[in-house]
């Protein structure tokens, strides 16, 4: 029986193609409105193009397994891009590529260092001699000089510093140039040639400022810096030349502090050297006073904000200055005393209005001449003078209160050189000042004495050595300089002044010094230190002394202009009692037999001269027949007179007769001789 095939129900009547069609478009029509708001084309069209990354092609054939028929695809580890792949990513990041190009800048050529330091030359060359020949026509070359001076190279720099030093040397007028507005107070016309040199010297007054700011800011360069000890160097140089030639000019104030900066350091090198040799030409070339004061209270200012620590050459820079023999008045720490011409010449005349008015025009007419010919008025110097005597007696005071140790021989040197210039007020001061220093000078030594006290000090390695024995002796010198810098007959007699404390520590320190081993060394003497005590104070010393060139009076000069002071005063050489001279007398000749043969021959001159003048007085120390004195001779007494000299006889003139020096010998023959023959 034949099968039937199974028959289909239809569930739902078929529909007209119309009605089909309709309901479709409906729906699309329908979402395509609902989306059609959240689509983005462009947004998404970008983002194709940049994600979309770009499909590899299959390049291996099929394989049939089990019945079927697969494809092939090659590992991730070798697939490898084809030029043409790599062509195509470049094609597709080129928009990126445009971009970043157009961000960065052009790049400039690397020139060699060489070849800018050529061009830097011949620029440099080019631009002296434009400025040489025609200053007034290149005025705008003074701008070209400092931009190649900015240059990073250090060859380049250095080059423009000594090229802009040696032009604005030639070109820098005689006289001070001042600002137009100073010039012109009212609206006048100027003629062509007037505008012209105008404005040369405008711009050459800019450009010289530039240049000194230059030079301040290289002259303070880091030892780090590259090139910065060699431009540091140049700096200095050119910024003490334009000081030395040019102390008139504008800037002169920004020169001295560049210089004075470098002097604040307590290291010693050329460059220290070339700033002290500057300032001591300053000082001595300088007619008008003005620049002096500038650089002495610049001076002083640093001194005073390093708490004086500072080297002991730049105190002695004092000593040049030129009013040590020029200034005729006195005066001190707070005031000057003017001579009596000076007071003369401000007394008022009386004058009629009408020859008021006319003095009024000629003194305007001749200071407008006077700052034409750059003359110097004396008053005017005399006042700078008196300004700058002022501010270094207050420097010499205050360290003197401070007892600054390594400053105390420059303090009382100075002070020895400008005793003709001191008022009588302010030598009381000076004298308590040179007191207290030999008080605490002997408080320091009675000190370093004792063991416990000098381990402490061995361990304060940082504070600064001392020399009891020379300060005490340098204050000795320094006070009988000061009287003899007074009208010292009459001062002594006005101001009541006793000067018995100098003379009684004199006394008393004669038998210690006689023992000292480093009498005859000075500043600049060779000497090896102990090897059982290499860091004494005494090597300490003298390495710190050795460069000085003021202080350098051995510790016997010293002992010698002490006791001729005391014994044979300039000022009364007959006045001096018995009884000190023969005291003195008999102590020098114990002395004598313990210090080396030059301080011998020294001391044995001295009473030589003694003799010639007091023979009459102390020859009984000679014979013991004329024994004037009764009692025992005590050479450590506190003080000269509680000595009792004339109860004893001079005995070691028979031993220093035996003397191994030829010329101990004959002095003592000499010293014995000038005595006898004025008895």
Known sequence: ???????????????????????????????????????????????????????????????????????????????????????????????????????????????????????????????????????????????????????????????????????????????????????????????????????????????????????????????????????????????????????????????????????????????????????????????????????????????????????????????????????????????????????????????????RKQLKEERAFQKDMDQADANVLHEERDRMQSECLKAVFATYFKILKLRIPHLMGAVLEGLAKFSHLINQQFFGDLLEALKDLIRYSESDENASEDPEAAAEADEEEDEPTRNPTRESLLCTVTAFALLAGQDAHNAKADLHLDLSFFTTHLWQTLLPISQNADLELGARSLHLPDPDAPGSSESKLRTDTRANKVNLQTTTVLLIRCLTAVLLPPWNIRSTPPLRLAAFAKQLMSTSLHVPEKSAQALLALLADVGNTHGRKIAALWNTEERKGDGVFNALSRSEEGSNPFATTVWEGEILRRHYCPKVRDAVKIMEKSIMSDK
């Open 1 to 355: 029986m034949a099968s039937r095939p199974s028959k289909k129900r239809k569930l739902t009547p078929p529909q007209s193609d119309d009605e089909g069609d309709s309901r479709s478009n409906a729906k699309i029509q329908k979402s395509f409105f609902q989306n059609a708001a959240k689509w983005d084309l462009l947004e998404d069209q970008y983002k194709a193009k940049r994600g979309k990354k770009k499909e590899k092609e299959n390049t291996r054939l099929p394989v049939k397994r089990d019945g079927r028929v697969e494809a092939v695809f090659a590992p991730l580890e070798s697939l490898k891009e084809s030029d043409d792949d790599w062509l195509g990513d470049a094609g597709d990041n080129s928009g990126d590529d445009d971009e970043a190009e157009e961000q960065k800048p052009p790049e400039e050529p690397v020139i060699p260092v060489k070849q800018q330091i050529r061009s830097a030359k011949e620029e440099l060359a080019k631009l002296a001699t434009a400025l040489n020949e025609e200053p007034y026509e290149n005025a705008g070359a003074f701008k070209a000089l400092t931009k190649i001076g900015q240059s990073r190279i250090p060859a380049i720099v250095t080059l423009s510093l000594v090229t802009r030093m040696a032009i604005y040397k030639d070109l820098i007028p005689g006289y001070r140039i001042r600002p137009i507005s100073e010039d012109l107070p009212g609206g006048e016309k100027l003629s062509k040639e007037v505008r012209t040199i105008r404005t040369f010297e405008q711009s050459l007054v800019s450009g010289y400022q530039n240049y000194v700011k230059e030079l301040a800011r290289y002259a303070k360069a880091r030892k780090g810096e590259a090139g910065g000890d060699g431009i540091a160097s140049v700096a200095i140089t050119c910024a003490s030349s334009l000081l030395t030639t040019h102390p008139h000019f504008n800037f002169r104030s920004d020169l001295i502090n560049i210089l004075v900066w470098k002097l604040s350091t307590r290291r010693t090198d050329k460059d220290f050297e070339k700033a002290i040799s500057a300032l001591i030409t300053l000082f001595n070339e300088d007619e008008e006073g003005r620049p002096s004061f500038e650089a002495v209270s610049t001076l002083c200012r640093m001194m005073k904000a390093k708490e004086f620590l500072v080297h002991e050459s730049v105190l002695n820079l004092f000593l040049h200055l030129r009013l040590l023999s020029e200034f005729s008045g006195k005066a001190s720490q707070d005031s000057v005393d003017l001579p009596m011409e000076s007071r003369k010449k401000q007394k008022k005349v009386f004058r009629t209005k009408k020859e």
